[in-house]
């Protein structure tokens, strides 16, 4: 009888430890983007994403209340977006109250609100009012969180272009635009490190290759690019993208800031002229880019390290302007399936953790026999 009682409490944990491997599986981030007139209702894609797939993490480019309820009670983490037309009055730190009142408060605790993005891509607008207002813009909006005591739950960061460098082949020369360097990037690392909040960028491999850098832009077998200076070698583009940030920082005393990946994808569809934009080639990127940030791999110049990484993007948006490409980022259609076949959905989860389970089930089952014979 005891016996038997032992035994149960190692079946039990080892139970656990099964549950503990399946939880385990990393997930990844995906950009809500809406500009489109045939999406779904924002509670049934809440519910596909938390119930059928392993995103879980999702961006919004604004701060859509039907779309903050219907992520209530999902575990998702949800980042939300100030337009970049509103950075100037955020200043004021009785607006930036206000809009922590309107767009924040009625939602928590249900919804897993993580971060508020101050505009996207503000320093590539080229608009001296939002690039001299962007800094203070997210001090004052961080000011409010603290108010109400919400800074340690939510964290405020803003998302860059590449646009940013003026330099980055190879990855070790990466540097800052000058002027924007010590004005405005420079005071907003120190604010991120201060606040504990990650420096966040929107790196596109598609939009920086050509027919002759494909198969390295989508972490294809390739010769890769050799940085002369730091004797490194990288396989692919993302990494040197990644890594020409990382040495910008450097320069400037901030390289321990971690970086989040606010955007990265692949179109499935093109103009037919386009080199590489096919359903299979973005698959291939896509699942590469998954299973390469969560790896633990790291980088050459970051190496162990895993990025918060957010897909551009969740539909195929047929309202976005410009060409074809641009409409068809999509992991899914409309209809919610998938536009190409990429390791995301939880069937392809359930796959690895069964034979997980499978393994341990036999261990189990040995154990018990071994124990009934004792
Ligand atoms: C800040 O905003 C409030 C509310 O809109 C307004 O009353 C106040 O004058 C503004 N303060 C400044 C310094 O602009
Ligand atoms: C990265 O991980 C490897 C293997 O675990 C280890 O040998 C190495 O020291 C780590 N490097 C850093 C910089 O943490």
Same mark, same amino acid.
């Given at each position: 009888?005891?016996?038997?009682?032992?035994?149960?409490?190692?079946?039990?944990?080892?139970?656990?430890?099964?549950?503990?491997?399946?939880?385990?599986?990393?997930?990844?981030?995906?950009?809500?983007?809406?500009?489109?007139?045939?999406?779904?209702?924002?509670?049934?894609?809440?519910?596909?994403?938390?119930?059928?797939?392993?995103?879980?993490?999702?961006?919004?480019?604004?701060?859509?209340?039907?779309?903050?309820?219907?992520?209530?009670?999902?575990?998702?983490?949800?980042?939300?977006?100030?337009?970049?037309?509103?950075?100037?009055?955020?200043?004021?730190?009785?607006?930036?109250?206000?809009?922590?009142?309107?767009?924040?408060?009625?939602?928590?605790?249900?919804?897993?609100?993580?971060?508020?993005?101050?505009?996207?891509?503000?320093?590539?607008?080229?608009?001296?009012?939002?690039?001299?207002?962007?800094?203070?813009?997210?001090?004052?909006?961080?000011?409010?969180?603290?108010?109400?005591?919400?800074?340690?739950?939510?964290?405020?960061?803003?998302?860059?272009?590449?646009?940013?460098?003026?330099?980055?082949?190879?990855?070790?020369?990466?540097?800052?635009?000058?002027?924007?360097?010590?004005?405005?990037?420079?005071? &907003?690392? #120190?604010?991120?490190? /201060?606040?504990?909040?990650?420096? !966040?960028? @929107?790196?596109?491999?598609?939009? $920086?290759?050509?027919?002759?850098?494909?198969?390295?832009?989508?972490?294809?077998?390739?010769?890769?690019?050799?940085?002369?200076?730091?004797?490194?070698?990288?396989?692919?583009?993302?990494?040197?993208?990644?890594?020409?940030?990382?040495?910008?920082?450097?320069?400037?005393?901030?390289?321990?800031?971690?970086?989040?990946?606010?955007?990265?994808?692949?179109?499935?569809?093109?103009?037919?002229?386009?080199?590489?934009?096919?359903?299979?080639?973005?698959?291939?990127?896509?699942?590469?880019?998954?299973?390469?940030?969560?790896?633990?791999?790291?980088?050459?110049? &970051?190496? #162990?390290?895993?990025? /918060?990484?957010?897909?551009?993007? !969740?539909? @195929?948006?047929?309202?976005?302007? $410009?060409?074809?490409?641009?409409?068809?980022?999509?992991?899914?259609?409309?209809?919610?399936?998938?536009?190409?076949?990429?390791?995301?959905?939880?069937?392809?989860?359930?796959?690895?953790?069964?034979?997980?389970?499978?393994?341990?089930?036999?261990?189990?089952?040995?154990?018990?026999?071994?124990?009934?014979?004792?």
């Amino acid at each position: 009888m005891e016996k038997k009682t032992v035994v149960t409490v190692f079946d039990v944990s080892l139970v656990l430890l099964a549950i503990t491997i399946i939880q385990g599986v990393q997930g990844i981030g995906v950009n809500y983007g809406t500009v489109a007139n045939n999406l779904p209702p924002p509670a049934q894609v809440a519910k596909f994403l938390s119930h059928s797939t392993i995103i879980k993490r999702v961006r919004l480019f604004d701060a859509n209340p039907e779309i903050l309820h219907a992520f209530g009670n999902t575990g998702i983490e949800v980042t939300i977006t100030v337009p970049n037309d509103q950075i100037p009055h955020i200043t004021n730190i009785t607006v930036a109250q206000q809009w922590i009142k309107t767009n924040v408060q009625p939602f928590i605790p249900a919804t897993n609100l993580i971060r508020i993005l101050v505009g996207n891509e503000v320093l590539s607008t080229a608009n001296k009012l939002l690039i001299s207002n962007l800094v203070p813009a997210m001090q004052t909006l961080h000011a409010a969180l603290v108010t109400n005591s919400l800074d340690k739950k939510i964290k405020v960061s803003t998302p860059h272009s590449l646009g940013i460098l003026s330099n980055s082949s190879p990855p070790s020369s990466g540097k800052f635009r000058q002027g924007y360097d010590t004005h405005v990037i420079k005071p &907003m690392l #120190n604010f991120l490190k /201060d606040s504990n909040a990650p420096f !966040m960028v @929107n790196p596109y491999p598609f939009f $920086g290759c050509t027919s002759n850098t494909l198969d390295y832009a989508l972490f294809r077998a390739n010769s890769g690019v050799f940085d002369e200076n730091t004797k490194l070698q990288y396989p692919n583009m993302l990494d040197a993208q990644l890594d020409a940030v990382y040495s910008a920082m450097k320069i400037l005393g901030f390289e321990d800031i971690e970086i989040v990946i606010a955007e990265t994808g692949w179109p499935s569809v093109g103009d037919p002229a386009q080199v590489g934009v096919d359903p299979k080639s973005a698959s291939e990127y896509n699942g590469n880019l998954i299973r390469h940030v969560t790896s633990g791999a790291g980088t050459p110049l &970051m190496p #162990n390290r895993t990025f /918060d990484t957010y897909i551009f993007a !969740m539909f @195929n948006e047929n309202l976005k302007p $410009g060409p074809i490409c641009e409409r068809n980022f999509g992991l899914f259609w409309p209809n919610m399936t998938p536009a190409y076949d990429v390791p995301i959905m939880r069937n392809n989860v359930a796959g690895i953790a069964n034979n997980c389970c499978k393994a341990l089930l036999s261990i189990m089952v040995v154990l018990s026999f071994i124990g009934a014979l004792a």
